[in-house]
């Protein structure tokens, strides 16, 4: 066990290492220190940038299945005579004749990915961030293993962001802010739905301007990178009606490798910062008390108060 003196000193000497770009070039060496709104930003585009191709992994294994389906449906829904001219869809009567059934199909199945991806990036992000990252299939195993509890935030969590929306548009932001972290506690610290919430809700507190900061802009960068995307794939001029519904598919799983990866790695740096900022999460790591695979539930909370 290392002494209090001997933490701060380690502390001090590795916190200098990551300010400088050194201990080991990994992002989650121990040493972290609290993060600005910039920083947190910074931080995250590089965790991005360090894992990208696992989190692509992650989001492909999910979203790919999902876009056949939807392009299938889609297929389904097109009327005879339909077709494509310079990129652009025509059919003969405007609108296109969806299934009921094929609509509740995309929707549940998408919610569903949407929880599973969510999950297995929060996991490997927070991973990643600490030093020891897994690997993409034992971070999706680990979702589909916890899906049930996923499903129940989701659930409790729109519920109460309708109601909110519903009563007044601001309460609905400030609990939308004040839960940003609760997959991530969620998955990291193996705690329920409701905990998880509850959770959330105190590492934020006393930080929901800066919380609300960092996810602000991180909102406005990704809305900006999705944008020129979308231009390049508006740009491309096609008149066949199969390479219309292949490049629809297409764009929405290249949408979905920015987008989930991108808001997952801001939202892992932003728990582990206030971890950090309000539990000494550094000063842990230092003493040995959280090694590989430490995130699979052993960087547990701290016990609530009362």
């Given at each position: 066990m290392i002494g209090a003196a001997e933490l701060v000193s380690v502390r001090a000497t590795v916190t200098d290492q990551v300010s400088t770009g050194d201990a080991s070039g990994r992002l989650g060496e121990p040493g972290l220190h609290p993060l600005g709104v910039g920083e947190v930003l910074d931080t995250a585009i590089k965790l991005y940038r360090g894992n990208a191709v696992t989190m692509w992994k992650i989001v492909g294994v999910v979203l790919i299945p999902l876009a056949v389906l939807q392009l299938v449906v889609l297929a389904a829904s097109l009327p005879s005579g339909a077709s494509v001219h310079n990129g652009t869809l025509y059919t003969s009567t405007g609108t296109l004749s969806t299934p009921a059934a094929g609509i509740l199909a995309q929707s549940v199945l998408g919610l569903l990915a949407i929880l599973a991806v969510n999950g297995a990036l929060a996991l490997c992000l927070?991973?990643?961030y600490l030093g020891h990252p897994l690997s993409w299939s034992r971070s999706l195993g680990t979702a589909f293993r916890r899906f049930g509890s996923l499903l129940g935030l989701a659930i409790l969590f729109m519920i109460a962001i309708v109601i909110a929306f519903i009563l007044v548009i601001l309460p609905g932001i400030w609990l939308s802010v004040a839960w940003s972290v609760a997959v991530p506690a969620l998955m990291v610290e193996r705690i329920g739905?409701?905990?998880?919430?509850?959770?959330?809700?105190?590492?934020?507190?006393?930080?929901?301007?800066?919380?609300?900061?960092?996810?602000?802009?991180?909102?406005?960068?990704?809305?900006?990178?999705?944008?020129?995307?979308?231009?390049?794939?508006?740009a491309l001029s096609f008149s066949s009606l199969g390479l219309y519904l292949v490049m629809h598919g297409v764009s929405t799983v290249v949408s979905g490798l920015i987008t989930y990866p991108f808001i997952g790695a801001v939202v892992a740096v932003i728990y582990i910062d206030q971890r950090v900022r309000k539990e000494a999460l550094d000063?842990?790591?230092?003493?040995?008390t959280s090694g590989p695979g430490a995130s699979e539930g052993s960087l547990h909370a701290v016990p609530e108060a009362g």
């Amino acid at each position: 066990m290392i002494g209090a003196a001997e933490l701060v000193s380690v502390r001090a000497t590795v916190t200098d290492q990551v300010s400088t770009g050194d201990a080991s070039g990994r992002l989650g060496e121990p040493g972290l220190h609290p993060l600005g709104v910039g920083e947190v930003l910074d931080t995250a585009i590089k965790l991005y940038r360090g894992n990208a191709v696992t989190m692509w992994k992650i989001v492909g294994v999910v979203l790919i299945p999902l876009a056949v389906l939807q392009l299938v449906v889609l297929a389904a829904s097109l009327p005879s005579g339909a077709s494509v001219h310079n990129g652009t869809l025509y059919t003969s009567t405007g609108t296109l004749s969806t299934p009921a059934a094929g609509i509740l199909a995309q929707s549940v199945l998408g919610l569903l990915a949407i929880l599973a991806v969510n999950g297995a990036l929060a996991l490997c992000l927070v991973d990643s961030y600490l030093g020891h990252p897994l690997s993409w299939s034992r971070s999706l195993g680990t979702a589909f293993r916890r899906f049930g509890s996923l499903l129940g935030l989701a659930i409790l969590f729109m519920i109460a962001i309708v109601i909110a929306f519903i009563l007044v548009i601001l309460p609905g932001i400030w609990l939308s802010v004040a839960w940003s972290v609760a997959v991530p506690a969620l998955m990291v610290e193996r705690i329920g739905a409701v905990k998880a919430l509850r959770r959330s809700f105190r590492l934020v507190r006393g930080r929901w301007w800066a919380t609300f900061g960092a996810l602000l802009v991180a909102t406005i960068m990704l809305l900006v990178v999705v944008f020129l995307v979308g231009l390049v794939f508006n740009a491309l001029s096609f008149s066949s009606l199969g390479l219309y519904l292949v490049m629809h598919g297409v764009s929405t799983v290249v949408s979905g490798l920015i987008t989930y990866p991108f808001i997952g790695a801001v939202v892992a740096v932003i728990y582990i910062d206030q971890r950090v900022r309000k539990e000494a999460l550094d000063l842990e790591l230092l003493a040995g008390t959280s090694g590989p695979g430490a995130s699979e539930g052993s960087l547990h909370a701290v016990p609530e108060a009362g």
